[in-house]
């Protein structure tokens, strides 16, 4: 069983930055897709960013159009964990943000954490 567990939430000025990290248990990290996900209350959970293992040879970044230019997604396998680094945050990325992961679907999730952006 993998867990995951995100931190570096909080409250942010509009136009600074966070970074979210997610730290996974397990052997496998290193295979699996990572991916960032935020939901507001009433809203769908939607994904933002993911960091894909492509065909066994590379990663790749997929981003939200939203999100685009001002947030990157990194993992870390030494250290089990992927981050996402957020800039130019906005009042609307006020979210709780989960993190994501398993192989070629996101089976564990995280509990989430909670950014809010004050205007």
């Known amino acids: 069983q993998v867990q995951l567990v995100e931190s570096g939430g909080g409250l942010v000025q509009a136009g600074g930055s966070l970074r979210l990290s997610c730290a996974a248990s397990g052997r496998t990290f290193s295979r699996y897709d990572m991916g960032w996900f935020r939901q507001v209350p009433g809203k769908e959970r939607v994904i933002v960013a993911a960091?894909?293992?492509?065909?066994?040879?590379?990663?790749?970044?997929d981003y939200a159009d939203s999100v685009k230019g001002r947030f990157t997604i990194s993992r870390d396998n030494a250290k089990n964990t992927v981050y996402l680094q957020m800039n130019n945050l906005t009042p609307e990325d006020t979210a709780i943000y989960y993190c994501a992961g398993g192989a070629g679907e996101y089976e564990y999730w995280g509990q989430g954490t909670q950014v809010t952006v004050s205007s």
């Open positions: 960091h894909r293992w492509s065909r066994g040879i590379t990663y790749y970044a």
